[in-house]
């Protein structure tokens, strides 16, 4: 270890990627190897996905900045994310696997994740890349390219250096927390967590179920959740055809009052509070939406949606549920790991509301943590 803590005090070299050629030999360098650091850096601000303005490699050799602007052909790169052979050492990795997903529809495997090596050692949640070099190597990571375009071009050399250190630390800190890791009784459950993160983004975001998502829906009767229905999936679809945001296409609490009000036309669209230019875009096509609605059977309406905090067993329980998690929380890990509020009340709603299906388990009934869902659920 000492050799490698001596060669991160130094700053990275890097060479920058931009054509096909020279991705491919990137790539099948990195595939010799066990372990490789990936970062990416993009923009999201207006889009339904984020767009992509760096890839981060480092293959325990070289660092390398990968500039997707020019370069046609990422087969070699896609190849390499699937490869069984290496592991890919990222931190924070939930929107990079986002990005994974949407431009080469691989995700990176096998994966670990360096912020949730760092919850099962005491770390508090969602520690940063910069804090763990500074607790582990007690060097300081320069920030201040964080807030950079990296959609413009050129880059300058600070932004470059900036975006080849997100990877440079990465695998010493991997190696260093891998060996600490390696004295408790986590590490099948550090790899059960990263899995489960890839596993949720494989699964899909239906429309048909978009309106769900929408901001007091549970609020609404059958018929009005119907509306929503219609409203959401097509503001789903509409987003990601031109990759706009969902709420600038329309926003869902507007959404709600079209649902509840069943306007008829674009000037009460207006009344209700929607934004001219919502109504000037798409008022017409709001109102079509709910003119589908006279060719729809009573019997297609979604049920009504049973909002849990409504149950008169809620408040206790979910305090019963935080006080037992505490109780049996093993020293060196924070409750929060075993389960968030929203874990909790996901158990509630299997126990009470699902008949506790089998085929349908919230992830406190799954794999390290069901032990702890199991002493949990007796309270239930």
């Known amino acids: ?144 390219a964080s807030r950079t375009d990296w959609l413009a071009r050129p880059l300058t050399d600070k932004q470059l250096a900036y975006a080849a250190a997100d990877v440079w630390y990465l695998l010493p800190l991997y190696e260093k927390m891998l060996s600490v890791l390696a004295s408790t009784e986590w590490q099948s459950a550090v790899h059960f967590d990263c899995n489960l993160l890839i596993e949720k983004h494989t699964q899909s975001k239906p429309s048909e179920k978009a309106y769900l998502n929408i901001p007091s829906a549970w609020k609404l009767n059958p018929p009005e959740l119907m509306r929503l229905k219609l409203l959401a999936k097509w503001r789903q679809e509409e987003a990601i055809k031109r990759d706009l945001a969902l709420n600038f296409v329309v926003k869902g609490e507007h959404f709600w009052l079209v649902a509840k009000y069943n306007p008829k036309h674009t000037s009460e669209l207006l009344d209700l509070g929607l934004a001219p230019n919502e109504v000037r875009i798409h008022g017409k096509k709001m109102l079509q939406i709910l003119e589908q609605m006279k060719r729809i059977d009573e019997s297609e309406y979604p049920s009504e949606i049973i909002k849990l905090s409504d149950d008169p067993r809620y408040k206790q329980t979910l305090k019963a549920l935080q006080k037992k998690l505490k109780e049996i929380t093993p020293m060196g890990i924070t409750p929060e790991l075993i389960a968030s509020k929203r874990n909790l009340e996901s158990l509630m709603k299997w126990a009470w509301l699902r008949n506790k299906d089998p085929n349908n388990l919230p992830d406190l009934m799954r794999n390290w943590r069901a032990k702890f869902g199991d002493a949990l659920l007796k309270l239930l």
Do not use: W
Not at 73 to 102: G, I, R, W
């Open 1 to 144: 270890m000492p050799d490698i803590i001596k060669e991160i005090k130094s700053l990275p070299q890097f060479s920058l990627v931009t054509t096909d050629d020279a991705l491919a030999e990137v790539c099948m360098k990195a595939a010799s190897r066990s372990v490789i650091a990936l970062d990416t850096e993009f923009v999201r601000v207006r889009s339904y996905y984020p767009k992509l303005g760096l890839i981060q490699l480092y293959d325990g050799e070289q660092v390398s900045l990968i500039d997707p602007t020019n370069i046609q052909d990422f087969t070699a790169f896609q190849s390499l994310l699937a490869n069984q052979n290496v592991l890919k050492v990222l931190h924070a990795c939930y929107e990079d696997l986002e990005v994974f997903q949407h431009y080469y529809q691989q995700l990176p495997m096998p994966m670990m994740d360096t912020q949730i090596m760092a919850n099962f050692l005491g770390f508090q949640n969602s520690m940063g890349l910069a804090a763990l070099i500074k607790h582990y190597f007690d060097l300081e990571i320069d920030k201040g």
